[in-house]
């Protein structure tokens, strides 16, 4: 039996909206068309709900706060009409694909564009949420990936939804990008594959492939962990603007380096954004580079619409971050401790994924109580300007932080209990990086710390299967200029 209010094929709505195709029904029951504006001779999408009056105030109240949104990836929003048998929205046409059915079809995106997609959603959030609403539907199905842009579209008001929960659906968002899969800690699964697991808990990106950067890995875990304050929209896009990944990653996406406002004063744990119009301009161009780099990798292996290498510099501007090898690194063993565990150290800082330093099994988690901790010092070689530091752990729970100093005593070489104390009662604090109890990833986001020592302080272990405590290091990125 058709329904009151059933659209067909060749009716007009409102006297100028032709119904062309019927693309889908989304998760709500609406059902999404492809359609022609007959006056401006445009193609449109129109979100159709039947009935219409009280049950599609939601519908059409997300439309009136998304059409105040102009920005280039959102969806721009027309027309909002409630015909009592039923409402429908008009929209901007997008011509691309959910998400969803790209990872269905094609598999997870490189790391690259998964970033590249992230950036765009975090930007798009960052301006729906200056209005002082949230999106309430970010998921793989309501991230479109078109020729030209990336957008984020079908916007919520319903009584639930918030901007924190806008960010952890960007966390699933870009899960789900670089894994195919969807985390079962976030409702739906959109049909997509359950995320594997790890002991029970939700496996890192990394963990699944581990072709993913350490911090995007890191990144992704701390937006889908509630455990963790949600950073905001505005944050999370400058973050994700500045991020350089072709320096790590293989792939055709370069940024061009660019000049960028003095760092603002630091919030506890991610950069506060200045919104002027110097901070807005780099970020737009980033976007641009980002979109405009998206575009050449899907017209050519080489990121140049020939086949070229699009990476540029920007004379006198400051270079990007990029990946800072450790000149020496050894392990920091103070107090009572038995000097047993200074071997692999190096394990920390190979880039391998099997190899890890891992400390003895102790009976307590505060290493027995024999001593403070233990730390994996790492010598820059020279004072660096530092902007993210990573680790990947072999377990999660842990307690870990982040110190400084002006010098290793041992100087390279074979260390001592006496020199390793020194260390402990030299090194201060790293702000924005204390001690927390922390999952398999973890990473840092600093500004303004300058260091060529850097030690990571490890003050409580976690419980291995055989009852005791224990902890592997499985890898430490270092990140600046």
Same mark, same amino acid.
């Given at each position: 039996?058709?329904?009151?209010?059933?659209?067909?094929?060749?009716?007009?709505?409102?006297?100028?909206?032709?119904?062309?195709?019927?693309?889908?029904?989304?998760?709500?029951?609406?059902?999404?068309?492809?359609?022609?504006?007959?006056?401006?001779?445009?193609?449109?999408?129109?979100?159709?709900?039947?009935?219409?009056?009280?049950?599609?105030?939601? /519908?059409?109240?997300?439309?009136?706060?998304?059409?105040?949104?102009?920005?280039?990836?959102?969806?721009?929003?027309?027309?909002?009409?409630?015909?009592?048998?039923?409402?429908?929205?008009?929209?901007?046409?997008?011509?691309?694909?959910?998400?969803?059915?790209?990872?269905?079809?094609?598999?997870?995106?490189?790391?690259?564009?998964?970033?590249?997609?992230?950036?765009?959603?975090?930007?798009?959030?960052?301006?729906?949420?200056?209005?002082?609403?949230?999106?309430?539907?970010?998921?793989?199905?309501?991230?479109?990936?078109?020729?030209?842009?990336?957008?984020?579209?079908?916007?919520?008001?319903?009584?639930?939804?918030?901007?924190?929960?806008?960010?952890?659906?960007?966390?699933?968002?870009?899960?789900?990008?670089?894994?195919?899969?969807?985390?079962?800690?976030?409702?739906?699964?959109?049909?997509?594959?359950?995320?594997?697991?790890?002991?029970?808990?939700?496996?890192?990106?990394?963990?699944?492939?581990?072709?993913?950067?350490?911090?995007?890995?890191?990144?992704?875990?701390?937006?889908?962990?509630?455990?963790?304050?949600?950073?905001?929209?505005?944050?999370?896009?400058?973050?994700?603007?500045?991020?350089?990944?072709?320096? %790590?990653?293989?792939?055709? @996406?370069?940024?061009?380096?660019? %000049?960028?406002?003095?760092?603002?004063?630091?919030?506890?744990?991610?950069?506060? @954004?200045?919104?002027?119009?110097?901070?807005?301009?780099?970020?737009?161009?980033?976007?641009?580079?980002?979109?405009?780099?998206?575009?050449?990798?899907?017209?050519?292996?080489?990121?140049?619409?020939?086949?070229?290498?699009?990476?540029?510099?920007?004379?006198?501007?400051?270079?990007?971050?990029?990946?800072?090898?450790?000149?020496?690194?050894?392990?920091?063993?103070?107090?009572?401790?038995?000097?047993?565990?200074?071997?692999?150290?190096?394990?920390?800082?190979?880039?391998?994924?099997?190899?890890?330093?891992?400390?003895?099994?102790?009976?307590?988690?505060?290493?027995?109580?024999?001593?403070?901790?233990?730390?994996?010092?790492?010598?820059?070689?020279?004072?660096?300007?530092?902007?993210?530091?990573?680790?990947?752990?072999?377990?999660?729970?842990?307690?870990?932080?982040?110190? /400084?100093?002006?010098?290793?005593?041992?100087?390279?070489?074979?260390?001592?209990?006496?020199?390793?104390?020194?260390?402990?009662?030299?090194?201060?604090?790293?702000?924005?990086?204390?001690?927390?109890?922390?999952?398999?990833?973890?990473?840092?986001?600093?500004?303004?710390?300058?260091?060529?020592?850097? /030690?990571?302080?490890?003050?409580?272990?976690?419980?291995?299967?055989?009852?005791?405590?224990?902890?592997?290091?499985?890898?430490?990125?270092?990140?600046?200029?």
């Amino acid at each position: 039996m058709t329904q009151v209010g059933a659209p067909a094929v060749g009716e007009v709505l409102a006297d100028r909206y032709r119904l062309e195709e019927h693309i889908h029904d989304d998760s709500t029951g609406r059902q999404v068309w492809r359609g022609v504006d007959v006056i401006l001779r445009r193609p449109v999408t129109i979100v159709l709900k039947y009935p219409g009056g009280d049950s599609a105030n939601d /519908m059409l109240q997300a439309a009136v706060a998304a059409s105040r949104v102009v920005h280039p990836h959102t969806v721009g929003v027309y027309d909002a009409v409630d015909e009592g048998e039923r409402a429908y929205v008009v929209r901007e046409y997008v011509d691309g694909h959910p998400l969803r059915e790209i990872v269905a079809t094609d598999g997870p995106l490189d790391p690259v564009r998964a970033t590249a997609v992230a950036y765009a959603i975090a930007d798009a959030l960052a301006a729906i949420h200056e209005t002082g609403v949230a999106h309430g539907n970010v998921h793989p199905n309501t991230v479109l990936l078109g020729a030209e842009r990336i957008v984020l579209a079908d916007a919520r008001a319903s009584a639930d939804a918030s901007q924190e929960g806008d960010i952890r659906g960007l966390g699933g968002v870009l899960y789900c990008a670089l894994t195919g899969t969807w985390p079962a800690e976030l409702p739906g699964d959109f049909g997509l594959p359950p995320a594997p697991t790890v002991d029970g808990k939700l496996a890192a990106p990394r963990q699944v492939r581990p072709d993913v950067p350490n911090y995007i890995d890191a990144l992704t875990m701390d937006l889908l962990d509630d455990q963790l304050a949600a950073p905001t929209a505005a944050e999370l896009s400058g973050e994700l603007a500045r991020l350089n990944i072709a320096n %790590e990653v293989s792939g055709p @996406l370069n940024l061009v380096a660019v %000049e960028t406002p003095d760092p603002p004063e630091r919030r506890p744990r991610w950069k506060k @954004l200045t919104v002027g119009i110097a901070g807005l301009a780099v970020i737009s161009l980033l976007g641009l580079l980002i979109g405009t780099k998206w575009l050449n990798s899907n017209t050519s292996e080489g990121g140049g619409p020939n086949g070229t290498s699009t990476s540029q510099s920007s004379p006198g501007g400051n270079s990007a971050p990029t990946a800072i090898k450790p000149a020496n690194v050894r392990i920091v063993d103070p107090d009572q401790g038995d000097r047993t565990e200074l071997n692999d150290a190096k394990n920390a800082i190979d880039d391998s994924a099997t190899t890890q330093w891992e400390t003895q099994d102790y009976k307590q988690a505060n290493f027995g109580s024999f001593k403070r901790g233990m730390g994996i010092l790492l010598d820059l070689g020279k004072v660096r300007d530092i902007s993210t530091v990573s680790v990947v752990l072999s377990d999660g729970g842990a307690t870990v932080g982040l110190r /400084m100093g002006e010098s290793d005593p041992a100087d390279g070489g074979m260390s001592t209990t006496a020199k390793d104390n020194s260390v402990v009662s030299s090194y201060k604090q790293v702000p924005g990086a204390e001690q927390q109890v922390v999952q398999v990833t973890k990473s840092w986001t600093l500004s303004g710390v300058k260091a060529r020592y850097l /030690m990571v302080w490890i003050t409580k272990l976690p419980q291995a299967q055989d009852g005791g405590y224990q902890l592997g290091v499985k890898d430490i990125k270092v990140r600046g200029q």
